[in-house]
């Protein structure tokens, strides 16, 4: 059966957040640093598209303010840009007093570098594998936990 299926559907994005996450656990596991950074920010991209659809009470990413006001892709595809869109996650992150979700936030967009890692052609960096791997968890539990889901 054809792969079919709509990419900008909530529950997708959902989906496919959570099958990121673990496949970034399992390659992180394999000390396969590069690829598990690539595919946890993912997860986090996926999980941050879904609760902007949550909070705006559609089920598709295209029904979305941030969907139609956007110039491009890419736009989809910028923690930052998909960070602004959420303002009640950016505010928590900057008011944590903790700073335990400033500082996996921090982790996440300093290693996530996207576009250089999906051609990287090294395993990576273990030790800083494990800090996004840790960011990961506490970032993508508190955006799934905004949306009533467990991880």
């Known amino acids: 059966m054809p792969y079919s299926h709509d990419t900008y559907d909530r529950r997708i994005q959902l989906g496919a957040s959570r099958r990121r996450r673990e496949d970034a656990e399992q390659l992180h596991d394999m000390q396969r640093s590069a690829g598990a950074i690539y595919l946890g920010g993912y997860a986090i991209e996926c999980s941050m598209l879904a609760l902007i659809c949550y909070?705006?009470?559609?089920?598709?990413?295209?029904?979305?303010?941030?969907?139609?006001?956007?110039?491009?892709?890419?736009t989809l595809h910028s923690l930052t840009i998909l960070l602004d869109s959420l303002p009640a996650i950016k505010r928590a992150i900057s008011l944590d007093q903790t700073g335990r979700y400033k500082e996996a936030w921090n982790t996440i967009t300093?290693?996530?570098?996207?576009?250089?890692l999906r051609y990287w052609d090294k395993t990576g960096d273990n030790h800083e594998?494990?800090?996004?791997?840790?960011?990961?968890?506490?970032?993508?539990?508190?955006?799934l936990s905004q949306q009533g889901e467990a991880s």
């Open 55 to 74: 909070n705006e009470g559609v089920n598709s990413i295209k029904d979305t303010r941030l969907f139609k006001q956007s110039n491009s892709g890419a």
């Open 110 to 116: 300093r290693l996530w570098k996207k576009d250089a």
């Open 129 to 143: 594998c494990e800090r996004f791997i840790r960011a990961i968890k506490v970032i993508h539990d508190f955006i």
